[in-house]
């Protein structure tokens, strides 16, 4: 069964940048659209961007032009370049397929953005 470890949050200023890495333990990037998704306090979790397997991409409309989806195959790895947050960016971030079936959640990585 594959999992996915995300890493790469921490704390930033508004403005700064961060790059997320969501390693999988089997080639799923080259088989099923996937995405990262993000749960704030209190909210439901929202897909922020997604890449189909044909290398096809899409974003929220909040995070477009700020932020990246990219992958690197050969290492089953897929990246999130985050610049110019804002403080709404502050979530935790996951990866997972786009739709069903999901694969078993991951821990999720936390990003705040805070003077």
């Known amino acids: 069964q594959v999992q996915l470890v995300e890493t790469g949050g921490g704390l930033v200023q508004p403005g700064g940048s961060l790059r997320l890495s969501c390693v999988a333990s089997?080639?799923?990037?080259?088989?099923?659209?996937v995405g990262w998704y993000r749960q704030a306090p209190g909210k439901q979790r929202e897909l922020v961007a997604g890449?189909?397997?044909?290398?096809?991409?899409n974003y929220a409309d909040s995070v477009k032009g700020r932020f990246t989806i990219s992958r690197d195959n050969a290492k089953n790895t897929m990246y999130l370049q985050m610049n110019s947050l804002k403080p709404e960016d502050t979530a935790v971030y996951y990866c997972?397929?786009?739709?069903?079936?999901?694969?078993?959640w991951g821990q999720g990585t936390q990003v705040t953005v805070s003077s």
């Open positions: 890449m189909t397997p044909g290398g096809g991409k």
């Open positions: 997972n397929t786009n739709s069903p079936p999901y694969i078993t």
């Open positions: 089997g080639s799923i990037f080259k088989i099923r659209s």
